[in-house]
């Protein structure tokens, strides 16, 4: 993949879950989505064998705010004493001050969960982050990226598209396609966890993704993958299933939601699976137990949003 190195971050202790990137050249790097606190030395020891000291790591990029993208943010500038965080504008508002991150992920997890998987957050110095706007190229190395807005997922993502290597990073943008599922093949499922789900942003981004007419896609869940024209139409119609799901809630119990909504996003990856002829084993089915949940949170959510406001 060119200069592009995949780090596997072991988040949540597993492998092949979440992962961040190493663009190198020259002894310089750029580090794309830092997973969290714990991910930070598993980061700095890829840099050193690859010779890139953390004096000469000029960039780290998070595509959202989501923990499990931006949480080790902090530590990674803390190490790397020249380097610059990329953010979105609202993403950047939330690293500067984490409590409200740290406050709504502690009443999801409770305090002893969080600190498992999350490790300690503290704020980044607003001089230590530079703002990209949408559509704006930035020229390092070599390489020219350009940031593009795509909601859906979340309000506060973009991707990053890297004209050199014509391959773009898509954070949650693009779904999720874990390997060690898929017994050599891939298949991909779209991930709508709370807060921000918006079916027609999601379609608008993966539009946009494809715009590019990139070759690859650099997933954070997980590693690149090509074909993105046939993935995305296997996206989009994750994403409908996921809707039609949503337009069915009217007639279920507020108590009920979650359970329901649980079996819709079953159905989705399995029906996704089925597309590509992929067995899912009783151990695939516990390892994405907590993508069903958040993703099912995340759909009902949005109804209710919805609701709320009709």
Request: charged residues 25%.
């Given at each position: 993949?060119?200069?592009?190195?995949?780090?596997?971050?072991?988040y949540?202790?597993?492998?092949?879950?979440?992962?961040?990137y190493?663009i190198?050249?020259?002894?310089r790097?750029?580090?794309?989505?830092?997973n969290?606190?714990?991910?930070?030395?598993?980061?700095?020891?890829?840099m050193?064998?690859?010779?890139?000291?953390p004096?000469?790591?000029?960039?780290?990029?998070?595509?959202?705010?989501h923990?499990?993208?931006?949480?080790?943010?902090?530590?990674?500038l803390?190490?790397?004493?020249?380097?610059?965080?990329?953010?979105?504008?609202?993403?950047?508002?939330?690293?500067i001050?984490?409590?409200?991150?740290?406050?709504?992920?502690t009443?999801?997890?409770?305090?002893?969960?969080?600190?498992?998987?999350?490790?300690?957050?503290?704020?980044?110095?607003?001089?230590?982050?530079?703002?990209?706007?949408?559509?704006?190229?930035?020229?390092?190395?070599?390489?020219?990226?350009?940031?593009?807005?795509?909601?859906?997922?979340?309000?506060?993502?973009?991707?990053?598209?890297?004209?050199?290597?014509?391959?773009?990073f898509?954070?949650?943008?693009?779904?999720?396609?874990?390997?060690?599922?898929?017994?050599?093949k891939?298949?991909?499922?779209?991930?709508?966890t709370?807060?921000?789900?918006?079916f027609v942003?999601?379609?608008?981004?993966?539009?946009?993704?494809?715009?590019?007419?990139?070759?690859?896609?650099y997933l954070?869940?997980?590693?690149?993958?090509?074909?993105?024209?046939?993935?995305?139409s296997?996206?989009k119609?994750?994403?409908?299933?996921?809707?039609?799901?949503?337009?069915?809630?009217?007639?279920?119990?507020?108590?009920?939601?979650?359970?329901?909504?649980?079996?819709?996003?079953?159905?989705?990856i399995?029906?996704?699976?089925?597309?590509h002829?992929?067995?899912?084993?009783?151990?695939?089915?516990?390892?994405?137990?907590?993508d069903?949940n958040l993703?099912a949170?995340?759909?009902?959510?949005a109804?209710e949003k919805?609701?709320?406001?009709?």
């Amino acid at each position: 993949m060119g200069n592009v190195l995949t780090i596997d971050t072991e988040y949540a202790n597993m492998h092949n879950v979440a992962s961040a990137y190493l663009i190198e050249e020259e002894g310089r790097g750029v580090v794309i989505e830092t997973n969290t606190t714990h991910a930070i030395p598993k980061i700095l020891k890829v840099m050193d064998l690859r010779g890139i000291r953390p004096q000469n790591l000029d960039y780290v990029i998070v595509t959202h705010v989501h923990l499990d993208h931006a949480g080790g943010a902090w530590a990674l500038l803390e190490a790397c004493p020249n380097a610059i965080l990329l953010a979105h504008p609202k993403t950047a508002k939330h690293l500067i001050d984490p409590s409200l991150l740290i406050r709504s992920a502690t009443s999801v997890y409770g305090k002893e969960k969080f600190d498992s998987l999350y490790g300690e957050i503290k704020p980044i110095p607003k001089e230590k982050i530079r703002i990209m706007e949408d559509g704006e190229w930035l020229e390092w190395e070599g390489h020219s990226f350009q940031f593009l807005y795509t909601k859906g997922h979340a309000n506060h993502h973009f991707c990053i598209y890297d004209k050199k290597t014509n391959g773009i990073f898509t954070g949650d943008s693009f779904g999720i396609s874990y390997p060690h599922l898929e017994n050599g093949k891939r298949f991909i499922f779209p991930t709508t966890t709370p807060t921000d789900f918006d079916f027609v942003e999601a379609i608008r981004s993966l539009d946009r993704i494809l715009e590019t007419e990139a070759d690859i896609a650099y997933l954070t869940h997980f590693g690149p993958i090509g074909g993105l024209k046939e993935n995305a139409s296997d996206l989009k119609d994750g994403l409908t299933l996921c809707k039609e799901a949503i337009s069915e809630l009217v007639n279920i119990t507020k108590g009920e939601r979650l359970s329901f909504m649980e079996s819709k996003v079953e159905a989705m990856i399995q029906t996704l699976a089925n597309k590509h002829s992929i067995t899912l084993t009783n151990a695939d089915w516990r390892l994405l137990r907590l993508d069903v949940n958040l993703n099912a949170q995340g759909l009902v959510y949005a109804f209710e949003k919805t609701q709320s406001k009709g």
